[in-house]
């Protein structure tokens, strides 16, 4: 069982380029969580999705930000016009269910913006 | 006020002692209540996860929940250098399928 797989593990963009982050979820879960971490800060939550359904998306910036979880391949979580705010490292978590017990993380993508 | 609140610390005990860490909640609702573990610049890993009043034990870590007062607990026994990192609280709420995390606790094992 290979885990969360999430790439690249670092990613460096100037400003106004276009940030693609992966995630690969746990064989056998089907839900996904997008989470962004600033330095010295905790957890904040982006958007949860389920394959081809995004159920909460309440994290979101409402602009330059979106996210897909096909039903082929990874989720997406996809940052337009990157700007020097934007650099953090950005965490993906599955769970099987709706997470009762908890969420498995990905090794997460740093994203500096130059 | 914030959703889930955690003293940022840094938490400082001498290697054997007990660490107690603290987490409050805001939504009453909430069902669900886990301690993650962070180490500097790595993935939250999950150490416990409780679900009804009282203590939950498993090895050197103890999670409580107190439900009226919208508290939970990780105490951590014979603390070790190696027990050394920033500490999440996480919880979901009634109507909210993720998890909110707190801003976390730092501690820190004094060999």
């Known amino acids: 069982n290979a885990g969360v797989m999430q790439n690249p593990r670092h990613l460096v963009r100037r400003r106004g380029q276009e940030a693609r982050l992966r995630c690969s979820p746990m064989?056998?879960?089907?839900?996904v969580y997008w989470y962004r971490q600033l330095p010295e800060e905790g957890l904040k939550f982006m958007v949860y999705?389920?394959?081809?359904?995004?159920?909460?998306e309440s994290g979101m910036p409402k602009e330059r930000f979106s996210a897909e979880f096909p039903k082929e391949g990874p989720s997406i979580l996809r940052i337009q016009q990157v700007v020097r705010g934007d650099s953090a490292a950005y965490f993906c978590a599955s769970s099987p269910g709706q997470g009762r017990d908890g969420y498995t993380f990905g090794s997460g993508t740093r994203l500096t913006v130059v | 006020q914030k959703e889930v609140e955690q003293n940022s610390g840094p938490l400082s005990v001498p290697e054997g002692a007990i660490a107690s860490l603290n987490c409050t909640y805001s939504d009453r609702g909430s069902q669900s209540f886990f301690w993650y573990r962070q180490y500097s610049g790595k993935s939250p890993e999950l150490i416990m996860s409780i679900y009804s009043n009282g203590d939950k034990e498993d090895g050197r870590f103890t999670a409580q929940l107190n439900k009226a007062s919208q508290y939970v607990s990780l105490l951590i026994r014979d603390s070790q250098p190696s027990d050394s990192a920033t500490y999440l609280c996480?919880?979901?709420?009634?109507?909210?399928?993720?998890?909110?995390f707190g801003s976390g606790t730092r501690l820190q094992v004094q060999p």
């Open positions: 999705l389920q394959k081809e359904n995004i159920i909460d």
């Open positions: 996480a919880v979901t709420g009634a109507g909210r399928r993720a998890l909110t």
């Open positions: 064989k056998g879960h089907s839900h």
